[in-house]
């Protein structure tokens, strides 16, 4: 298996590789600077340079066996790791961007990390209680979760709007998975797509022009690896939808927030079979 990270820029309409490795790496974060990607693999988080290089292991103390569920902060200080070392079910932690030993923010478990509020002061995750998927918020510095939806169907992959004002994620609550959006408070719940296809991890843009969504083909169920998918762009209430490429992919390919901080561009991984 080939991991190629790689940066699709909107207004040229072509990708370029950043790194290529023949192990599996998953998930690319743009740093709010813009010089880096933070990419996951093998249970760790490395620093990925854009201008080239190899990538840099990131220090994540005790946890060593994160997910792809993993993020930055608004101001860069901070990075977010949904991670199962110490419990056996993934749990969030913070931890500072430079690396060091993670503070724990759920109690509740398994949780898996996808957004981060504008003002860097909520995250919003997917919470499985009594195996029931729904979309969860808690303060950066913990307490009590905030439940935003009700067993309608499986609820994953939130994200916040550029301006804090909408929580984007996706449901399987009429049947195939498409996707929602709801109020930071649980209001206003409101469809987004009607496609023919599994649509996931809905990514909104940093200049609140675009939805980035990946696409799977309408009987595919969860989000698996090692598939023909599509990236499609739209815009923020779900019009003008577009097929952008297809590529070998899925689960990894941008699981998590992977937009440029100018929104002009977004990071993915492809993946090709040995």
Known sequence: MRSSVEI???ETGESRVVWQTEQLVEAPNWSPDGQSLVINGDGLLYRLPLEGGEPALIDTGF???CNNDHGISPDGKTI??????EYGAS?????????GQPRQITQNRPSYWHGWSPDGKTLAYCGIRDQVFDIYTIPVTGGDETRLTFGEGRNDG???SHDGE???FNSSRTGRMQIWRVRPDGSDVTRITDSEFGDWFPHPSPDGKHLLVLSYDGDVFD???????RMRLMDPGGGNARLLFELFGGQGTINVPNWSPDGKAFAFVRYQPA
């Open 158 to 160: 939130p994200d916040y």
């Open 8 to 10: 699709y820029t909107l």
């Open 223 to 229: 989000h698996p690896r090692d598939l023909d998918v």
């Open 166 to 168: 909408w929580i984007y």
């Open 80 to 85: 977010v790791i949904s991670d199962k070392t």
């Open 63 to 65: 946890a060593r066996t």
């Open 91 to 99: 749990t969030i932690y913070t931890l500072p961007a430079t690396g």
